[in-house]
């Protein structure tokens, strides 16, 4: 019961969609979705593949996944004195 997500050029074009603050240039060349931060003095950005499992507590067994990007941006200005976090997710199978 398992479709595999993945971080591909369409997701990321998604993503880039949705984000209220763009994400910074480089995170779309290095973002892999395995959850490694990249980050300059004034930012700081990842992305993560993940999968929700549903199981009945009943009886057990997985009834339902929800498979899904998840983009974090971390920001500021030089002469801000406050960190913004911005989360974009992206359903990507289930």
């Known amino acids: 019961m398992s479709e595999k997500s993945s971080v591909t050029a369409r997701r990321m074009s998604v993503l880039a969609d949705r984000t209220p603050v763009p994400m910074?240039?480089?995170y779309y060349d290095l973002a892999t979705g395995g959850g490694t931060w990249w980050y300059t003095r004034t930012?700081?950005?990842?992305?993560?593949?993940?999968?929700?499992?549903?199981?009945?507590?009943?009886?057990?067994?997985?009834?339902?996944?929800?498979?899904?990007?998840?983009?974090?941006?971390?920001?500021?200005?030089?002469?801000?004195?406050?960190?913004?976090?911005?989360?974009?997710?992206?359903?990507?199978g289930g």
């Open 24 to 26: 910074p240039d480089y």
């Open 43 to 92: 930012d700081a950005c990842a992305t993560s593949v993940w999968t929700l499992n549903v199981r009945d507590l009943r009886t057990g067994p997985l009834t339902r996944q929800l498979m899904y990007l998840q983009a974090d941006l971390i920001y500021t200005g030089a002469d801000a004195p406050y960190w913004s976090h911005q989360v974009v997710i992206d359903k990507t």
